[in-house]
């Protein structure tokens, strides 16, 4: 069965550091196309990077320099390095498959920045 | 960035009834145009992707249509279960980008 059981999301103050976790079941990381997208609360969705199997990243502008994409093979996980955080970061973050649509979601992890 | 208009952003239906939702981009985006559907609480579901191929055990009663800057979704007999948030995206571009969403209420 295909699953992903994400973690770590917290509240954090701005301009801290944070790290979410998607575990994956059913499929391999290193070889699928995965992608995080966010929705603040009350507020629609916003895709923030893509992963391609062979490890090209696209990110949002918003976010560039700031958060980083890792996987961890051995785990079969795929990591969100999320740094100097603001505000604006606040939402619920999913991470799903696909890399143009998403057509497998995450239950997400809220992440909350704020002083 | 490509910009991503539903309308309207409420639509009042009564069940069995055939609902219409729209979505504008203010660029041509082809066909690579999906729709999701989000429950409260819930991660949203994909129900289309390009323009109009529903996805893994979709209803047929969710149809999809339009191609460079119009796009509909159309549900044709609505249930209890369909009276909830829908999105449309872009995936022609990147950074891709969502409509602010159509929420679909019993009248």
């Known amino acids: 069965e295909v699953q992903v059981v994400q973690s770590g999301g917290d509240l954090v103050q701005p301009g801290e550091s944070l790290t979410l976790s998607c575990a994956a079941s059913?499929?391999?990381?290193?070889?699928?196309?995965l992608s995080w997208v966010r929705q603040a609360p009350g507020k629609g969705l916003e895709w923030v990077l893509v992963?391609?199997?062979?490890?090209?990243?696209y990110y949002r502008d918003s976010v560039k320099g700031r958060f980083t994409i890792s996987r961890d093979n051995s785990k079969n996980t795929l990591y969100l390095h999320m740094n100097n955080l603001r505000p604006e970061d606040t939402a619920v973050y999913y991470c799903?498959?696909?890399?143009?649509?998403?057509?497998?979601w995450g239950q997400g992890t809220l992440v909350t920045v704020s002083s | 960035e490509i910009v991503m208009t539903q309308s309207p952003v409420t639509l009042s239906m009564s069940p069995g009834e055939r609902a219409t939702l729209s979505c504008r981009a203010s660029?041509?985006?082809?066909?690579?145009l999906a729709w999701y559907q989000q429950k409260p609480g819930q991660a949203p579901r994909l129900l289309i992707y390009?323009?109009?191929t529903r996805a893994t055990g979709v209803p047929a009663r969710f149809s999809g249509s339009g191609s460079g800057t119009e796009f509909t979704l159309t549900i044709s007999s609505l249930l209890s279960d369909d009276f909830t948030l829908y999105y449309c995206?872009?995936?022609?571009?990147?950074?891709?980008?969502f409509g602010q969403g159509t929420k679909l209420e019993i009248k």
């Open positions: 799903v498959r696909g890399y143009n649509y998403a057509y497998f």
């Open positions: 059913g499929f391999a990381v290193i070889s699928d196309y």
């Open positions: 992963i391609y199997h062979g490890g090209n990243t």
């Open positions: 660029q041509s985006v082809g066909s690579d």
């Open positions: 390009g323009a109009s």
């Open positions: 995206q872009q995936y022609n571009k990147w950074e891709y980008t």
